[in-house]
């Protein structure tokens, strides 16, 4: 077996064992060179100690000593070089409560959480896989390194990084792993919600989010995780255009958008708020008035318990809040004010979670309503038709010079004038819109 090292790892490499110490590459850049792709990361694991390793290299950066960790420099390339450790009980539930450094390589790799994340390689030695890692990948398995509910006791985030892993790889959790997670589930509550951001991020950008977010549901991590999601499982629309429960629905959308996360998130909250919005009328139809606003309410909470930052909450919860505008055709004045609602940077992203949405609905699905929808919007923007105070002929300080007072009513005035110029673009004319500044003005001190 021979794995085509990049020079600057090889030189680490090659550094290390000539002064005499054992050095490998370790974990995914294994896991994937064995499934022949290109790994992200480089990891080197040795018997050197940390201040050993930065005797050897011009350029280090003592990134985690207290772990063993150094980060090698090689031609501007950052590499994370790591003592062979073993760990000590995890009180937390996500942190050893000491580290200990050890010579043996086995040692080592009998901490890490998966199989297919527990071999090593050098040229000398070839695969170093005493948990049969190998074996794993060619079967498709994920599978924890000895017992599972060690594994998830040391570092409860282990659960869901197993889904994450089942998720991208097209893999299956073994047995053991999956009743594990059922059994220790509720250890996820001692993780911080910005890890289970990032794991949560990476299912979603999987080609198949919908099998990461079924196998959180199966394992009852998604009650912990995202318990306003789980209330839709199995929660019947009871409505002649939909023949899924809710959650089923929020699967088929989910797959059906492209790998855009922002997307994704909209997709996985758009419909969230529909338990508690149900109402059923004298026929025996479901409704769901208003969910759309709800929803985004509650994405907006949920976004913010992840720790998402502020622009992508923003995004996620405009398209939440918008996916049901154009559903019945729209006047052009209508259409106008949609695009400054949504922005012109997010216009594609509502089509496209729009048309994942229709395709989740009974069939059969027509999308002309989207694309004529996308055509109008496309030729506002063209045309540069105003949408915006912004794009007024008039501003703030043209209304104070001709005697409007600062303070709200300029704000009311130029919001009306926008009402005006968004029915009728041929208004946006300088003078037009002062004598009709004025107007407005008159009308309002009667008032």
Known sequence: MDIQLPPSVALILNTLTCNNYKAYIVGGCVRDSLLG????????????????????FNKTIPTGLKHGTVTVVINNEHFEVTT?????????????????????????????DFTINAMAYNKSESLVDI?????????????????????????????IRAIRFSTQLSFHLDEATTSSIILNNSLIK?????????????????????????????????????????KCVGFQQHNPHHHLDVFEHTMLVLDTTPEDLIIRLAALFHDVAKPKCFTMDENGNGHFYMHEV????????????????NNTIKRVC?????????????????????????????LNSLFELKIADIKAHMPPHTFDIVYDLREKAAKIISEQQPLNIKDLAIDGTDLINIGIPK????????????????????LNNRSILLNQALNTYSEIKKD
């Open 37 to 56: 792709k290109s790994p992200k990361d480089w990891d080197i694991t040795t018997s050197a100690l940390p201040h050993q390793i930065m005797k050897l």
């Open 84 to 112: 062979f450790r073993i760990e000590s009980t995890y009180s937390d539930n996500r942190h050893p409560d000491q580290v200990f450094f050890t010579s043996n390589i086995e040692e080592d790799l009998s901490r890490r």
């Open 131 to 159: 948990f049969h890692g190998q074996k794993d990948l060619n079967t498709k398995i994920i599978r924890c390194v000895g017992n599972p509910s060690e594994r998830f006791n040391e570092d409860a985030l282990r659960m």
């Open 190 to 230: 001692n993780i911080s919600m910005e890890r289970i951001r990032d794991e949560l991020c990476k299912i979603l950008m999987c080609s198949e989010p919908s099998i990461g977010i079924r196998l959180l549901q199966h394992t009852g991590l998604l009650k912990y995780i995202l318990p306003e999601l789980n």
């Open 294 to 309: 709800e929803s985004s309410i509650d994405a907006e909470k949920i976004l913010k318990r992840l720790r998402f930052d």
């Open 318 to 346: 405009i398209l939440i809040k918008e996916h049901m505008q154009g559903n019945n055709s729209l006047k052009t004045s209508s259409i106008k004010r949609l695009i400054a609602r949504v922005g012109t940077e997010n």
């Open 407 to 426: 303070g709200k009513t300029i704000g009311i005035i130029l919001n009306n004038l926008l009402d005006a110029v968004i029915e009728n673009p041929h």
